[in-house]
């Protein structure tokens, strides 16, 4: 395990090296002059070449590459040019609510998953599993910018049952999670019958209910077990996916988070706290799909051998 | 049997898939809109009318009016050819980097494959549109900049699906014949090992348009898609959104129409899907 672990954790430092410098290139794929185009044009030259200095834009480019690799490790991921905050402070005060949305999704569509994705599995071919296929692929389709809005004209507008936004643990909750976790629950339910269905095929399982166990239990004590292994890689690896469409999702509700912090940079045209929320996310992803792939060579030591 | 009955027999085994038929039909309309738009469309999609701004559906307006006055269908119309450029665009420029880099890394092996693989490891660490996000926020908001943030990230899975394809089929016995008898590295990629290597391309790039599709919009809803005032679906949905109490029609209509053109992407791959594999 620890030979695996440290392969694995020397494999992720190449994609953090690129994730940065592709994070650091950003800023230089401005058409123009970034300072012209974040003070407009009616900035004296005096303020062009402060911010110039600030953002290290006077200096030779790989001079800029070497003082922005260096700070990240501090965590000093420059300064927003708008607020004069330090960007991984600005970030930091987003996090919590960036991860109670998307912890609270993925459990959402968790447990809306296992059931119908069992249930479509076990009446293959019937009705239920026709109807769950057709949902799951209807909630696949159907994006978080379009479903979000739908989701609002119909408890907020119609109904009058939850806010249109809002920030909290309870009701504002509930829309923001539904819509962000919906694309991942057809995902998993899609996953879950698949994997499934596999497993039941397998002579263990047959095995099983020749010596007398009923079907229901040769599915939860055996199959099912077997067959969540590749849905929590799934899982671990969604996780960035997440995070991705809480840019939109974050945006549509208000809420209080790291996409919408995305989105507000961009509109301030604050270069610097772009970088810095992009490179987060992406980092946070990184350090995810590591987790996943740590965990799943702990269930599986056939990983390990690889 | 020739590659043009190939195919044939392809839409055929296709289109017996009841959802990817009825995708086919979808797609159909979808594309007749996209080409005819001039035609079909009552109006101008830009031409404004203040004085009846969020007018509900009506005789002379099906799909009402937006916040300008300007005829929701028409511009609905006149997005599908958006959507389609995107979506063919994208997916276009994706499959030609991946197509290269992919059967390069997989024929070539050692330095080139490593490589390539580390720059499919660096991209696929930034999540869904995340890349996109970032690139047409500093690019600013045109079509050109929307098909270049899209393909950046849109070649990886092209190319990793090509790799594993040659791999597996330049192992393959008629390969090494052909290079037994003094095919050059060249005519062996192209000529013997890409075309048994293509179909599962096929699949992924039907659910590429979709996904591309999916991405235009949300970058438009964003606010940094194509550049108003030219009609996009998601920048339809964006405006929209801010008058859900009193003209949801606004959303509804736009969102039906990704929805089902989506749909009819995913229903059609899947039937490829079911079409290609041997095992059906």
């Given at each position: 395990m620890k030979r695996y672990l440290l392969g694995r954790l020397l494999r992720t430092i190449p994609v953090v090296f690129g994730v940065v410098t592709v994070v650091f290139l950003l800023i230089h794929l401005l058409p123009g002059d970034p300072v012209d185009i974040m003070l407009g044009e009616s900035a004296v030259p005096a303020q062009k070449e402060e911010l110039r200095r600030e953002l290290h834009l006077d200096r030779p480019i790989l001079s800029q590459y070497a003082s922005y690799l260096s700070g990240i490790p501090r965590?000093?991921?420059?300064?927003?040019?708008?607020?004069?905050?330090p960007v991984l402070g600005e970030i930091a005060r987003r996090i919590p609510a960036t991860v109670l949305l998307a912890a609270t999704s993925i459990t959402v569509a968790v447990l809306v998953a296992l059931p119908l994705g069992v249930l479509a599995a076990m009446r293959r071919g019937k009705a239920a599993d026709y109807l769950s296929g057709f949902a799951a692929m209807l909630s696949l389709s159907i994006p978080n910018f379009l479903l979000g809005p739908l989701l609002v004209l119909l408890f907020?507008?119609?109904?009058?049952?939850?806010?249109v936004s809002g920030y909290g643990a309870g009701r504002p909750l509930v829309l923001p999670a539904v819509t962000l976790g919906t694309g991942m629950a057809a995902l998993l339910t899609r996953m879950v019958r698949a994997t499934l269905l596999e497993e039941l095929r397998k002579e263990y399982v047959t095995a099983a209910i020749a010596r007398g166990l009923p079907y229901r239990s040769a599915v939860a004590r055996h199959a099912l077990r077997n067959a969540l292994v590749p849905v929590v890689t799934a899982l671990g690896l969604s996780f960035g996916a997440v995070l991705a469409g809480s840019v939109i999702t974050e945006t549509i509700f208000s809420w209080p988070g790291i996409g919408r912090l995305l989105i507000q940079a961009i509109d301030a045209r604050d270069y610097p706290l772009v970088q810095g929320c992009v490179l987060v996310i992406a980092l946070s992803t990184v350090a995810v799909n590591l987790a996943t792939d740590i965990l799943c060579a702990r269930l599986d030591p056939r990983i390990r051998y690889e | 049997m020739n590659e043009h009955s190939g195919f044939l027999v392809l839409i055929r085994r296709t289109a017996r898939h009841r959802g990817a038929a009825v995708g086919m039909v979808l797609l159909a309309l979808f594309l007749l809109a996209a080409v005819f738009a001039p035609v079909i469309a009552p109006c101008d999609p830009l031409a404004q009318n203040l004085d009846e701004g969020?007018?509900?559906?009506?005789?002379?307006?099906w799909l009402g009016q937006d916040k300008f006055g300007r005829d929701v269908l028409s511009r609905l119309i006149y997005g599908a050819r958006l959507s389609l450029a995107v979506g063919l665009g994208t997916v276009g420029i994706s499959l030609l980097i991946g197509l290269a880099a992919g059967s390069l890394a997989g024929f070539l092996g050692g330095g080139v494959d490593r490589i390539f693989t580390g720059a499919c490891d660096i991209l696929l660490a930034f999540p869904g549109i995340l890349l996109a996000i970032g690139i047409a926020a500093v690019r600013g908001p045109s079509f050109g900049n929307v098909l270049f943030a899209l393909s950046v990230l849109g070649w990886v899975g092209y190319a990793r699906v090509i790799r594993a394809q040659v791999l597996s089929v330049k192992t393959r016995e008629f390969v090494e014949s052909a290079r037994a008898v003094g095919s050059s590295p060249a005519r062996l990629l192209l000529r013997h090992i890409l075309p048994n290597a293509i179909s599962p391309i096929l699949v992924e790039a039907t659910f590429g348009i979709a996904r591309a599709i999916v991405a235009e919009a949300g970058l438009s809803f964003l606010g940094l898609g194509v550049a108003p005032p030219a009609a996009s679906w998601g920048s339809m949905i964006g405006e929209g959104r801010h008058f859900l109490f009193i003209a949801p029609h606004l959303v509804t209509a736009p969102g039906a129409a990704i929805l089902l053109t989506v749909m009819a992407f995913n229903f059609l791959g899947d039937g490829l899907r079911d079409a290609l594999d041997v095992r059906q």
């Open positions: 965590g000093d991921l420059g300064v927003s040019f708008r607020s004069r905050e907020s507008v119609q109904l009058g049952l939850l806010p | 969020l007018s509900g559906p009506s005789v002379s307006h």
